[in-house]
């Protein structure tokens, strides 16, 4: 990678090293909200943007509605109709006993990685 005219950090703002790849934490990350109860889509993505992997970087909306319609062909979450507020009926999505196995699954590969990412900072 040429760095030539650019700032260190620029020259790496699309490295995997800027944690560009933190993105894939959004699995566990819609998990872990959806553990604390049942949410519609929108507010889903309020609180991802409020969680310390994603630094207030408000995820886009369409996206997460993607990811929460393939979690739920995994069974990982269900979706029902709430026409109990005013305004057009909403999504609201509900963590399976499926998606809180899952959860636990991603908590013990999580402690395994931050394990294996502090040995490494250990060894830098």
Not at 28 to 41: F, K, Q, S, W
Request: aromatic content about 8%; some cysteine; charged content about 25%.
């Amino acid at each position: 990678m040429s760095t030539s005219g650019a700032t260190p950090s620029a020259a790496f703002d699309e490295c995997p090293c800027s944690g560009g790849t933190l993105d894939k934490l959004i699995q566990p990350a819609i998990l872990a909200i959806l553990a604390r109860g049942d949410l519609h889509g929108y507010r889903i993505a309020q609180q991802l943007a409020e969680m310390p992997p994603f630094e207030g970087q408000k995820p886009d909306p369409s996206g997460v509605y993607r990811f929460l319609r393939a979690m739920e062909e995994r069974e990982l979450v269900v979706a029902s109709w709430d026409v109990s507020e005013r305004g057009p009926a909403k999504r609201l999505y509900r963590l399976t006993a499926r998606g809180r196995a899952c959860l636990a699954r991603w908590v013990e590969t999580l402690e395994h990685y931050r394990d294996a990412v502090s040995a490494l900072l250990r060894a830098c």
